[in-house]
Nanobody
Framework: QVQLVESGGGLVQAGGSLRLSCAAS????????LGWYRQAPGQEREPVASVTSATSTTYEQSVKGRFTISRDKNTVYLQMNSLKPEDTALYYC????????????????WGQGTLVTVSS
């Protein structure tokens, strides 16, 4: 299995910055991509950004130019700048795993979530 542990959330004023980290452990050879999702109160979980093993990145439109995702082996980071109150959410780390062989038996890995609160 793959375990994900997030850190770095907190309270920040609008316009400020935070950096989230997520460390993966366990069957990390099964991981093809790491990413971040977020869920605001009363809303569905949505993707924020992702990075593949080849360091190809994707971003949700509303965070482009403000958030930067990066990866160092089995740790993924989300640098969040120019934060807005609408960025307030519980942020979850997620891993995409290979869908073949042993790796296909691994439950989809999710972190426990880290809270980001942006005050206006």
């Amino acid at each position: 299995q793959v375990q994900l542990v997030e850190s770095g959330g907190g309270l920040v004023q609008a316009g400020g910055s935070l950096r989230l980290s997520c460390a993966a452990s366990g069957d990390t050879s099964c991981i093809t991509a790491l990413g971040w999702y977020r869920q605001a109160p009363g809303q569905e979980r949505e993707p924020v950004a992702s990075v593949t093993s080849a360091t190809s990145t994707t971003y949700e439109q509303s965070v482009k130019g403000r958030f930067t995702i990066s990866r160092d082996k089995n740790t993924v980071y989300l640098q969040m700048n120019s934060l807005k109150p609408e960025d307030t959410a519980l942020y979850y780390c997620n891993a995409v795993t290979l869908k073949r062989g042993y790796c296909s038996t691994i439950p989809e890995p999710w972190g426990q979530g880290t809270l980001v609160t942006v005050s206006s």
